[in-house]
């Protein structure tokens, strides 16, 4: 099967799996409705799809929601299997993928940094400020005596 198609039918398993957790068609109490299916990457064959699932809640939650995905494997594959036709039905296997929080951290890390940075240049202007000011009140002192 091409790339192009490969990618086509991940990003719609992607879909349908998705609305299956929104929809709460999944009763497994470990799968909350804050996951997330980031992306789905179809093996050449069709026999495996890996499915990259994140979300903003703690580790743990994700881990356990991609365990009780990970159990009703074969109910969402079934479900599926009904809507698309395809030769071969990839089997799934479900991935905790925590790039999402990792990037937002990141970028919380960069703002701080940021923000120490122009504290610190502020500090350095003022101080080269007042050292300018006591050198002219010098060079005053020096012409009045």
């Known amino acids: 099967m091409g790339q192009y198609r490969l990618l086509k039918l991940g990003e719609q398993l992607r879909k349908e799996i998705s609305s299956l957790i929104m929809k709460r068609e999944i009763k497994d109490p470990r799968v909350s409705e804050f996951l997330n299916i980031n992306r789905v990457e179809v093996s050449k064959d069709l026999a495996h799809a890996k499915v990259y699932v994140s979300s903003f809640m703690d580790d743990a939650s994700v881990k356990r929601g991609v365990e009780g995905l990970q159990s009703a494997a074969g109910f969402i594959q079934s479900s599926i299997a ?3 036709r395809i030769y ?3 089997k799934f ?5 925590f790039s999402m929080k990792e990037g937002y951290d990141m970028v919380q890390r960069l703002n701080e940094l ?6 610190i240049e ?5 101080g080269e400020q007042s050292g300018a000011a006591s050198g002219e009140r ?8």
Do not use: Q, V
């Open 88 to 90: 071969k039905f990839p």
């Open 114 to 119: 940021e923000k120490e940075s122009a504290a």
């Open 138 to 145: 010098d060079a005053e002192a020096t012409k009045e005596s």
């Open 93 to 97: 296997t479900f991935i905790a993928d």
């Open 122 to 126: 502020a500090g350095r202007n003022s």
């Open 82 to 84: 009904g809507k698309l």
